[in-house]
């Protein structure tokens, strides 16, 4: 354990208040606040992606070496914007996380990731913090508990997890765990989701929310373990669930509780503002809606009816859509009640945003408000409505998955290899060379900060010119490729330069990714980040160590599958989306640690086994008594190649056996000796008990 650098707590805004160590931040109210919107830059007065960048401050006089410090990895890589209160960076360079930060308790994770490696957990590692988990739980609570106190809401809060965010085991026993004190409950969005839920709610005593999907045997299913002391609410999604609903009903002579999802025409933002609008795949319209009211009054079950649920999709970046859907779903909840529904819960579905590159923008990977001000807007706009129209206020249910699951998992992976652009020195061409090559050799030589675009423009012309002069053949292809490293060591030249301008001319931006460095990586992005690639999504990736040190190079990461997309060529960045990471030299005989945080939603179901590289070794780490201030509570071993084989039908028993007999067959042909042979079934065999990633003995 070592001490974290110092914060400047004038930098970012606390998440929430919650009591118990973590500072408070007074919360504008709804009020009075003003979101903080991303104005769109152009890219010639967009600042120099890297803060590693000389400024002038940085330069000690008579020493052009720039003066590198972990306060400047934490600006780099925006630790403060995407990891408070939970990471930071400590004076030895590494990553340190702050598991509980209520508590002044902070774990190394590069040390744990050495500790965890020891233990025989091969990278790549996802590392759950249990304690992040419990904290993002009670801050949604406590904020929702400030808002509803400030507000005198005479009704309360009942949250639910949405189990699809994340179906592990191990995550969901701790969802329900932590969130007792609040009766915190579970969201099924399927029948297999329905009995996970049905399984691990009991006597915490948190709703069970029916959604998705509905067949009568989901259905019946959730009425029946209504009977069993369990509040379970079915969920209407489509007005042929009503039907379903009444057949069960009836036969099981049981009452249903049930909601309504409304399709609002308030729409969110980003990639998932259509799960909201006349065109949403889910939820009934105003005319559905009426229909199940009056389909219900007409059998005397309207009591039934007690929720209004809706959802406007997934990171919501900005406040606005949320405070506009909260004013259409009150009203359309305060209709419900005057028609004689009994509405009790007023469901808010997910939405609440997470701040992934830490801007606090209302870009589609940050967010432009806090968890304090969604409690804020909505509880005030539930009790503006309600209050309007002298019904009574519902308790609230929130369906918020990102904002709680996010940030307690870490992916740490090793790089294993890179490839590297290097064009050496330039060389001077000899005497009586073309002329092309002389010109090149001249626009080098004059590169200084102030001509670089012209010094760009004048060797991309040569370039072309010599591309033209070996077409017609009026040069060799040694020449041709003397001018083509000439023209690499102007670029190189060039990107020395503008890396340290403020502003950097719009045709030089593209230089940084085209001279990056490729960093191999153990990892495969479709089972570990799968939606960096489907979605473009943006997570905070740096390296976990080192962080005293300059990353002088850039670099964009490669994973281990054999896909050209599976690589990673979009980070973080201060003011939008940069296409390489800066890195520290690869150093071949030493480990270099990267980390893919906030990545706990939805990442690990939504992975797959794109060439067979199965699900990573996992643990669950807590704060705990003891030397190394935590404990292993839970090992997930990763798949073995055994494993992902049987996944996809394959007998690794017949396997084995097929190889053996080919091997003896070969054998008798003379064509491999005994001891080659029995080091090929010993390389088989043992390779099917391993991890399906890169192992030490194999790197
Ligand atoms: C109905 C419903 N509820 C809750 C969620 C969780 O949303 P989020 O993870 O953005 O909080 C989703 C996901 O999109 C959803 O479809």
């Not at 969901?172 to 329905?194: D, I, N, Q, R, T």
């Given at each position: ?72 990895s934490t600006e780099l890589y925006q630790v403060r914007g995407w990891g408070e209160p939970y990471f930071t960076v400590n004076a030895a360079g590494n990553v340190e996380v702050r598991p509980d930060p209520s508590q002044d308790r902070a774990i ?207 990171q919501v970046s900005s406040i606005i859509p949320i405070k506009n859907a909260m004013a259409e779903a009150s009203n359309i909840y305060v209709e419900l009640a005057k028609m004689g529904a009994n509405m009790r819960y007023l469901d808010v579905g ?350």
């Amino acid at each position: 354990m070592s001490q974290s650098v110092t914060q400047n707590s004038t930098s970012v805004a606390n998440e929430s208040a919650v009591a118990g160590g973590v500072a408070p931040v007074s919360e504008p109210k709804p009020t009075t606040s003003t979101p903080v919107e991303r104005t769109p830059q152009p890219a010639s007065t967009r600042p120099s992606s890297f803060p590693g960048a000389l400024r002038n401050g940085d330069v000690k006089a008579g020493d052009e070496a720039p003066v590198w410090s972990v306060e400047k990895s934490t600006e780099l890589y925006q630790v403060r914007g995407w990891g408070e209160p939970y990471f930071t960076v400590n004076a030895a360079g590494n990553v340190e996380v702050r598991p509980d930060p209520s508590q002044d308790r902070a774990i190394d994770l590069y040390a744990l990731a050495q500790d965890l490696k020891a233990r025989g957990l091969q990278l790549p590692l996802l590392i759950r913090f249990s304690d992040i988990l419990a904290d993002r739980i009670r801050r949604l609570n406590e904020c929702f508990g400030k808002a509803i106190s400030e507000y005198n809401y005479q009704g309360v809060y009942r949250g639910v997890y949405p189990v699809k965010v994340n179906q592990q085991r191990h995550i969901v026993e701790e969802v329900v765990e932590f969130g007792k004190p609040w009766s915190f409950g579970l969201e099924a969005g399927s029948k297999p989701e329905l009995l996970i839920a049905l399984a691990n709610v009991s006597e915490s005593g948190g709703l069970i929310l029916c959604n998705g999907y509905k067949d009568q045997k989901y259905i019946e299913t959730a009425l029946l373990a209504q009977r069993f002391d369990k509040e379970v609410i079915v969920t209407l999604e489509r007005i042929e669930e009503l039907d379903f609903v009444l057949a069960a009903s009836e036969k099981l002579g049981i009452a249903p509780t049930l909601g309504v999802r409304a399709k609002l025409t308030a729409k969110g933002v980003g990639r998932w503002a259509d799960s909201a609008g006349d065109r949403a795949k889910f939820g009934l319209t105003s005319a559905e809606i009426i229909e199940v009211v009056d389909r219900l009054a007409e059998r005397n079950m309207l009591s039934s009816l007690q929720l209004l649920h809706f959802h406007i999709g997934s990171q919501v970046s900005s406040i606005i859509p949320i405070k506009n859907a909260m004013a259409e779903a009150s009203n359309i909840y305060v209709e419900l009640a005057k028609m004689g529904a009994n509405m009790r819960y007023l469901d808010v579905g997910g939405g609440l945003a997470v701040d992934y590159d830490g801007s606090k923008t209302d870009f589609h990977a940050s967010k432009n408000y806090n968890i304090q001000e969604y409690a804020y807007d909505v509880v005030a706009s539930i009790q503006e409505s309600c209050n309007k129209s002298g019904v009574a206020v519902p308790t609230i249910v929130t369906e918020s998955g990102r904002a709680i699951c996010a940030h307690q998992s870490v992916l740490v992976f090793e790089v294993v290899g890179t490839n590297e652009v290097r064009f050496g020195d330039p060389v001077e061409p000899k005497t009586g060379s073309h002329a092309i090559l002389r010109g090149l050799y001249e626009t080098w030589k004059g590169i200084v900060p102030k001509n670089v675009q012209e010094a760009y423009h004048d060797a991309s012309q040569a370039k072309e010119e010599a591309q033209s002069l070996f077409k017609f053949g009026y040069l060799g292809l040694r020449e041709r490729a003397e001018a083509e490293r000439l023209y690499w060591n102007c670029c190189e030249k060039i990107l020395l330069h503008i890396r340290r301008m403020r502003y950097v001319p719009d045709e030089l931006q593209n230089l940084e990714k085209v001279l990056a460095s490729i960093y191999y990586c153990n990892f495969s992005i479709f089972q570990s980040a799968p939606d960096t690639w489907a979605i473009d999504q943006l997570f905070p990736i740096m390296p976990i160590h080192r962080l005293q040190e300059e990353p002088t190079e850039r670099a964009t990461l490669a994973d281990l599958t054999c896909d050209s997309d599976g690589a990673i060529d979009h980070f973080i960045d201060r003011e939008d989306v940069k296409h390489v990471l800066e890195v520290h030299p690869f150093k071949p005989n030493e480990p270099y640690y990267m980390g893919l945080f906030l990545n706990g939603a939805y990442q690990e179901i939504l992975g797959d086994l794109h060439n067979l590289f199965g699900d990573t070794n996992a643990v669950h780490v807590r704060l705990g008594e003891g030397a190394a201030g935590y404990h292993v509570t839970h090992v997930v071993k990763g798949d073995s190649v055994a494993e992902v084989l049987h996944f996809v039908q394959y007998s690794p028993e017949s396997m084995v056996e097929r190889v053996r007999q080919q091997a003896e067959r070969a054998l008798r042909m003379g064509q491999i000796t005994l001891p080659q042979m029995r080091l090929l079934m010993r390389h088989y065999e043992e390779s099917l008990g391993k991890y399906t990633y890169l192992s030490d003995d194999d790197t």
